[in-house]
């Protein structure tokens, strides 16, 4: 696999040469990803591929990968991202599609434009990867309840997509480089049509390239808040597919529209960004949602338009864990701060490379906390609870709560961790900041708030931290459980 | 049972005759409550109590006697609770032992010596009620899977501490009376041999009828900053033995040690205050967990007896869900109160009258969590997760996860509730303000941070806000279920 991923920096290569640019950065990468992987091709000669083996190449693959892609950061020794430490954060984030970010200054005259490119690259192959990853591996190796993704319904013949992970696997990369096509036509149409003047053909496939995976990455300093209202609506769209159930674009290919429509997950999705959207929405139209009036863009308060656009662009990056931005959300009062940190917590839907809890596993505690209701006060009536089609077992009923639990208790000891590592060096972070920075690399949502904001960055923290919060994200982006038993003395037993 | 409540008010009669104060506040509650008693003695004459009845009385119950509760509060129309909301407010605090206040002022100035007895005595009785419900009632209704508070192990013999829910209940009251007893007892006897000046009788009595029921009134505005080292001392063990399990100290009594020794709920709730006041001693010590230091105490900065002091004290305290305090923790670094903040959602062991989630739940999520990172790797083996003793079936696992959901559902929209009505008053709470009222009144500690700290009280939030209190407190007294049944429509179908 490594070996394909070999190919993939060629791309940039050529923005090198258009921008006549530096394009050693990429050959050396293709090179020392071609070697390595028709060595690990050599090694690896067993075609049966058992449980435990499974974690293993899982686990490893997100951590080479993303090791191996430091490469053009480091040989291109542009900034920030130059030592290695900072190149394996930005590395992991990318492949994570994380989208935390160190880059110290984001500008063409701090980096070139074939090394942005390749920032905004390793997003769009981790989400390729995570799609695989979410609908075909994990559910097969019942991680944190993961069989609950895959299953439409419990009937036999429908349990997954296609009959095999290589057929289901090309299936839902089709309709993810399907969307990206179409995101970067929209994207760059805008431009042409007039409503988006710096919206470049480079503009256009950067933020293509991140819209897909729910990434967040982007070649501009401000995020979605360079371009105009006409392409913040059309991301706004292009975040909420991102975050959809992809096997059910599948069905709808299939003529069976209904799939999506009637889909329990999906409706949630859009019921839950609906609700934070409209909250924010009210407070950002009212002004008090706002600490302070941020003077370099039209007025907020009392513009519907405007006040709905931000709300909504917020809320929709923080539930798919996009983590773009369409403006700098710390002038925002702390009260809607905190409600984007919840909604950090929510994650998209299964089935897309959103990261997070996800919808699908909060959807199963509501229904099982209003089945309690019921069973209390009739302890003697049997009350399944029912995923979209079909009751789920209390296995996998108990393997999601169980995986909500150790989420949240590894964000809570990793709040605290990080709080006294920054105390440490002298970092004096807020209580919110410092568990912003713990659900947005935990989360693979991307930005915080305070020092972490959307329009800021994880430069301040130390290497310490630094290096725990690329832990965060890979253990985050592969459901945790993939990541932590490979730490127990149970997996090594033989 | 209202009938012999009847004769409670006797109590704090007798202490007003004593000081001279006024009596009738006492009477009038006296032949109220004796009317409402034999009142409903006759409506109620149906012995057979069903499933849905038995939350019907539960939740009433906690509802009409704390509104009984507040006679002598309106008749002696002394302060701030003088009037309806806020005497509802402070009785309720009382009887579902939460100990938040709203006396704007704590002094006999402002308050007589026998009114502030009541107030003690209600967290009392209230501490007595809960017991019952604790170890009898709520395990036989089956709410939040309070079945496993009341089993020591799986085998039937000793399924109940004795086979009758009325002998239960007496076996628990007379351990409550004799701890009650022994802590006047210990706080007077402090006095007397001269360590602990200010602690008089009546402090004494005071004192012990809210640290038994981890209730946290204390009638000395400072709380137990007020009293000397000694005592502080005295109320860390106390409280510590209001958190237990009593359930364990009636088979101490039987020459049955081991069962209080080796009892995993309880060595968990010993390692959970451990290992939070290690925590807090060392950042107290260092000085680091300070944000200012207080000038009216003694130096915690390099004194171990005095940090650790402190640090333990406020760690049970808010463990226990006591809610006492020997500083004002307002002082300390908002990290340092993020990690008190976090310890509130702990909760004492099942079978006190401990509030919050409780010990025994945390312990099965983290049995839980092992477990499914055993099956993970192993996925065909069967892992039965266990309490201390034996298996829990899946449908109480299921209640006890599904409780803590519902749980930290409510203090999180509550929390929103909260801030955004307090907002509205143009009360501009810090998150972590707002946070804290909410757990410290669901979770039944008493005090929070800022505002609401322990020196400072709930006066200042809007009568709607502490309406919504009184509610968070009923609910989270009665394990939150008992009472929100009652609002399904299910719950009225016949
Ligand atoms: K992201
Ligand atoms: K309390």
Redesign the interface.
């Known amino acids: 696999m490594i070996k394909y991923l070999a190919l993939t920096p060629l791309f940039p290569a050529v923005c090198a040469l258009y921008y006549s640019e530096d394009i050693l950065p990429f050959l050396v990468t293709t090179v020392v990803m071609g070697g390595v992987g028709i060595g690990l091709e050599r090694l690896k000669r067993d075609p049966e591929l058992g449980?435990?083996e499974g974690?293993l190449l899982v686990s490893l693959t997100w951590l080479v990968v993303p090791v191996l892609g430091t490469l053009p950061y480091l040989v291109a020794g542009e900034g920030t991202v130059a030592y290695p430490v900072n190149a394996l954060f930005e590395s992991m984030s990318g492949f994570t599609t994380t989208g935390s970010t160190l880059l110290g200054e984001i500008s063409f005259a701090e980096h070139s434009h074939s090394i942005l490119l390749w920032r905004q690259l390793t997003q769009w192959l981790g989400g390729m990867g995570i799609l695989v990853l979410m609908v075909a591996l994990l559910p097969q190796?019942?991680?944190?309840g993961a069989q609950i993704m895959s299953h439409e319904s419990p009937g036999p013949t429908i349990q997954k997509l296609r009959p095999h992970i290589q057929d289901t696997a090309r299936a839902l990369w089709k309709i993810y480089f399907a969307f990206t096509l179409a995101a970067i036509g929209v994207y760059y149409g805008l431009h042409l049509i007039g409503v988006a003047p710096n919206m470049g053909l480079y503009n256009a496939i950067s933020h293509a390239l991140t819209t897909l995976p729910t990434g967040g990455f982007s070649p501009e300093a401000r995020s979605i808040e360079a371009f105009s209202p006409a392409i913040q609506w059309a991301v706004i769209v292009f975040m909420v597919v991102a975050g959809t159930n992809f096997t059910l674009f599948w069905y709808v290919l299939q003529n069976k529209p209904r799939k999506l429509t009637h889909n329990s997950e999906f409706r949630s999705y859009l019921f839950a960004m609906g609700i934070v959207g409209a909250l924010l929405t009210v407070l950002l139209f009212a002004g008090?949602g706002l600490s302070r009036i941020p003077t370099h863009i039209p007025p907020l308060v009392g513009d519907v338009e405007h006040a709905t656009r931000q709300a909504l662009f917020q809320t929709v990056a923080v539930v798919t864990t996009t983590g773009y931005a369409s403006m700098d959300f710390n002038t925002w009062h702390?009260?809607s701060q905190?409600?984007l940190l919840?909604a950090m917590f929510l994650g998209g839907s299964a089935g897309s490379a959103a990261g997070s809890i996800k919808i699908v596993r909060w959807n199963l505690?509501w229904n099982?906390?209003t089945s309690?209701?019921?069973t209390?006060?009739?302890?003697d009536t049997v009350h399944p609870i029912r995923n979209s089609g079909g009751p789920v077992d209390?296995d996998t009923?108990?393997?999601v709560?169980?995986?909500?639990?150790?989420f949240i208790?590894i964000f809570?000891v990793s709040t605290?961790l990080l709080?006294?590592d920054s105390?440490r060096i002298g970092l004096d972070l807020?209580?919110?900041e410092a568990i912003s920075a713990t659900i947005a690399t935990l989360g693979n949502v991307g930005p915080g708030v305070g020092i972490v904001g959307p329009m800021n960055g994880f430069l301040p923290f130390s290497p310490m931290s630094k290096l725990y919060m690329v832990f965060l994200m890979w253990i985050g982006r592969l459901e945790i459980?993939s990541v932590?038993?490979i730490f127990?003395p149970?997996?090594w037993e033989r």
């Open positions: 449980h435990r974690f190796l019942s991680v944190g008090v702390e009260s905190v409600v919840f505690v099982a906390a309690e209701l019921y209390t006060v009739h302890p209390e009923l108990r393997s709560f169980v995986f909500i639990f150790i208790g809570g605290v709080y006294f105390l807020t209580g919110l459980l932590l038993v127990t149970s997996f």
